[in-house]
């Protein structure tokens, strides 16, 4: 019986595979599906009481709450190291296809919906864990990091990376996930083109955070506290309306417990079925000769699950 769940960002670790060495099969890019079957297949070894999920994302209700949300992503790329990123998305994007089928082989569980991204569905299966259940985030997005908690740890498998609760003030210089959550809403995501309320550094919206505890128990000190001995960086905050306004539009995009977050449109779920015979297929036809070399004992912690 599963203890709890190994939640598995899709498309993040998609791309990050896709940076491996370059494999192909009649001029078809593969590295990012073995990558990402060598990823959960670690996990799945490492954490055998924990039932893996894949997570995929849907088009974003992001867009339509914020226009310039991912702009860029949608502009021509022009110059070489723009015409680079969209050729790797591309052929990190065209590779899905082929770890969905080996994912059903598997009887490896998917998730998604028409309206959120995986980021949304990771944090809408935390809420519905039972007590006392794990779960592993699997992802290089530290967008997650704000889901750690009792029992659920961030884990970067392409870095090495892990954050649980004892770790969050080590690692990143905040002493909890909400805090972390803040400090990204104070400096923006250029990742996806959301600015920051500007004028204050990641430095300085750590000391905010870690000194006052939270944005807002810093706005109402200042507000309560005429004689509050501010920088100029916080007095700033303090006194503009458009950088507070800029600040909650920002926790409303990446806080994926915030209330703005709609519910799952069209959510379906596919538990796959378990065919190793059909699986040895899948890896003949894109020569993962390594996987077949030991077919039996590199599918064992997929079939030991069913």
């Known amino acids: 019986m599963a203890q709890g769940f190994i939640l598995i960002d899709a498309l993040n670790i998609v791309h990050a595979a896709n940076s491996n060495k370059s494999l192909n099969v009649g001029g078809v890019p593969t590295q990012a599906t073995y990558g990402f079957l060598r990823s959960l297949r670690l996990a799945a070894a490492a954490y055998p009481q924990l039932k893996p999920l894949v997570l995929h994302d849907g088009r974003s209700w992001r867009y339509k709450a914020f226009e310039g ?4 992503r949608s502009k021509p790329a022009t110059t070489a190291a723009e015409i680079k990123t969209a050729a790797a998305r591309d052929e990190a994007k065209m590779q899905v296809p082929y770890i969905r089928r080996a994912l059903k082989l598997l009887g490896v569980t998917q998730i998604n919906t028409l309206n ?3 980021d949304d569905l990771a944090a809408m299966m935390v809420r519905r864990l039972k007590p006392g259940t794990k779960a592993l985030l699997l992802s290089g997005d530290k967008d997650w990091v704000q889901l750690v908690g009792p029992n659920v740890t961030w ?3 392409i870095r090495d990376l892990r954050i649980s609760p004892a770790t969050i003030e080590k690692e990143l210089e905040v002493k909890t996930p909400r805090a972390f959550l803040e400090v990204k809403a104070l400096m923006g995501d250029p990742s996806d083109d959301i600015p920051g309320v500007g004028g204050i550094g990641v430095k300085g919206a750590k000391e905010l955070v870690n000194t006052y505890g939270s944005v807002t128990e810093f706005l109402n000190r200042a507000a309560l506290e005429p004689g509050l001995k501010l920088q100029k960086k916080f007095e700033d905050l303090a006194l503009s309306t458009e ?4 600040f909650s539009r920002n926790m409303r995009l990446m806080d994926l417990n915030h ?6 449109l069209d959510l379906k779920v596919d538990h796959g079925e378990y065919d190793e ?3 040895a297929d899948f890896c003949a036809e894109l020569m993962f000769k ?6 039996s004992g590199w599918a064992e912690p997929f079939r030991r699950g069913k």
């Open 243 to 246: 950088k507070q306004e800029i």
């Open 259 to 264: 209330g703005s977050v709609p519910a799952p």
């Open 155 to 157: 884990f970067d498998p």
């Open 290 to 295: 390594s996987i077949l070399s030991d077919l």
């Open 277 to 279: 015979e059909g699986f």
């Open 69 to 72: 949300y991912k702009a860029s």
């Open 116 to 118: 959120l991204e995986a």
